[in-house]
């Protein structure tokens, strides 16, 4: 699906502490940007709806056509492609095509899953009660799927062995359900997207089902962020910098006012359950985007050395030819004041 910038601009924006002054508005002609999401349009999307259609990428010079995605890996291979010029995506397969293909993979210039949200989830009832029995089972995960892509670091962090353990391939509105009916033992998904989705089934997450969160099993990885191509990079930074900008004042908005960013995506996508986008979206700001680290360096940024593990995590698991260094995956030079970047008190 897709949605575009042609609109003229919608007004003021709401106050809060991420604003950061929005720019004069452009007499050239704007910079077409093609911009792909990790999934279907849900809650914790609602600031890149609300940037656009508050009139923030336009004022930045900019005409984002937003698509929805199908995996946050393969958001990162989507860019890489020259099809879309900036997604939403996971940082783990920018080290990896940083590695693999220097010089041609995207970069992250804005990190908003600061704490990795994924998870292995089997059935309470199900004979899945620790990851080893995970071996000579099946787990399901979407194409494109960034919590199956780390599973094998997970797995060797854990003792055990990727080899014996399936993966099946799952249509993304199938996930949860075929977990519940059984067809599969495990999932590999994010835990926002599955807690929300099994209470739409009318099924409790706490206690219907187990939860094996990476981040408690010795994965300390960072996640999804907002990454350009290299094209995008070298030759327009101005149009990067305002994209950053117009992104980080809509988080904030959407932040210190949940329901403006619910009926935003509402209106962009009519079949969205405004109570469980809600509950996805607070659940994701205060699970993966609240943490000591975006209460010191503000959201958006990272811990060099942190990221400098996670990269050493990658190289390891997958056996990379070469190691890249920090800028080869994340570059801040775009980044708001820290000051403008410091999430609001969730209610």
Same mark, same amino acid.
Do not use: C
């Given at each position: 699906?897709?949605?575009?910038?042609?609109?003229?601009?919608l007004?003021?924006?709401l106050a809060?502490?991420?604003?950061?002054?929005?720019?004069?508005?452009?007499?050239?002609?704007?910079?077409?940007?093609?911009? *792909?999401?990790?999934?279907?349009?849900?809650?914790?999307?609602?600031?890149?709806y609300?940037?656009?259609?508050?009139?923030?990428?336009r004022?930045?010079?900019?005409?984002?056509?937003?698509?929805?995605?199908?995996?946050?890996?393969?958001?990162?291979?989507?860019v890489?492609?020259?099809?879309?010029?900036?997604?939403?995506?996971?940082?783990?397969?920018?080290?990896?095509?940083?590695?693999?293909?220097?010089?041609?993979?995207p970069?992250?210039?804005?990190?908003?899953?600061?704490?990795?949200?994924?998870? *292995?989830?089997?059935?309470?009832?199900?004979?899945?009660?620790?990851?080893?029995?995970?071996?000579?089972?099946?787990?399901?995960?979407?194409?494109?799927?960034?919590?199956?892509?780390?599973?094998?670091?997970?797995?060797?962090?854990?003792?055990?062995?990727?080899?014996?353990?399936?993966?099946?391939?799952i249509?993304?509105?199938?996930?949860?359900?075929?977990?519940?009916?059984?067809?599969?033992?495990?999932?590999?998904?994010?835990?926002?997207?599955?807690?929300?989705?099994?209470?739409?089934?009318?099924r409790?997450?706490?206690?219907?089902?187990?939860?094996?969160?990476?981040?408690?099993?010795?994965?300390?990885?960072?996640?999804?962020?907002?990454?350009?191509?290299?094209?995008?990079?070298?030759?327009?930074?101005?149009?990067?910098?305002?994209?950053?900008?117009?992104?980080?004042?809509?988080?904030?908005?959407?932040a210190?006012?949940?329901?403006?960013? *619910?009926?935003?995506?509402?209106?962009?996508?009519?079949?969205?359950?405004?109570? *469980?986008?809600?509950?996805?979206?607070?659940?994701?700001?205060?699970?993966?985007?609240?943490?000591?680290?975006?209460?010191?360096?503000?959201?958006?940024?990272?811990?060099?050395?942190?990221?400098?593990?996670?990269?050493?995590?990658?190289?390891?698991?997958?056996?990379l030819?070469?190691?890249?260094?920090?800028?080869?995956v994340?570059?801040?030079?775009? #980044?708001?004041?820290?000051?403008?970047?410091?999430?609001?008190? #969730?209610?």
């Open positions: 699906m897709r949605h575009s910038t042609r609109r003229g601009l007004g003021a924006s809060s502490p991420m604003v950061l002054g929005a720019g004069s508005l452009h007499a050239q002609p704007l910079t077409p940007i093609r911009f *792909i999401l990790d999934w279907k349009a849900q809650g914790p999307h609602a600031w890149y609300l940037a656009q259609s508050r009139g923030y990428f004022e930045a010079g900019l005409d984002v056509t937003i698509d929805q995605g199908e995996g946050s890996a393969a958001a990162v291979t989507r890489m492609s020259g099809a879309y010029d900036v997604g939403f995506g996971d940082i783990n397969a920018v080290i990896q095509n940083a590695a693999q293909r220097p010089g041609e993979q970069v992250v210039v804005y990190l908003v899953y600061n704490r990795a949200p994924y998870a *292995i989830i089997s059935r309470a009832d199900g004979p899945v009660r620790a990851l080893k029995d995970l071996e000579g089972r099946q787990v399901g995960a979407p194409a494109g799927s960034a919590t199956a892509r780390m599973f094998p670091a997970l797995a060797a962090r854990n003792g055990v062995d990727p080899s014996k353990v399936g993966m099946a391939a249509a993304p509105n199938l996930v949860e359900q075929m977990l519940v009916q059984g067809q599969v033992d495990a999932i590999a998904q994010f835990s926002g997207t599955s807690y929300m989705n099994f209470i739409g089934m009318g409790d997450p706490e206690r219907d089902f187990r939860w094996f969160f990476y981040s408690d099993m010795g994965l300390d990885q960072y996640s999804n962020g907002v990454l350009v191509s290299q094209a995008l990079l070298r030759s327009k930074p101005e149009a990067v910098r305002g994209l950053v900008t117009a992104i980080n004042r809509a988080i904030g908005e959407v210190a006012s949940p329901d403006a960013g *619910i009926a935003e995506l509402k209106r962009v996508e009519p079949l969205t359950e405004p109570g *469980i986008e809600r509950q996805r979206l607070l659940y994701m700001l205060r699970a993966q985007m609240t943490t000591p680290e975006t209460a010191a360096l503000g959201l958006g940024d990272l811990d060099d050395k942190r990221l400098e593990g996670a990269i050493g995590t990658v190289v390891q698991t997958y056996s030819p070469r190691t890249p260094g920090v800028r080869e994340f570059v801040r030079d775009f #980044l708001p004041p820290r000051e403008a970047r410091i999430l609001p008190a #969730l209610g």
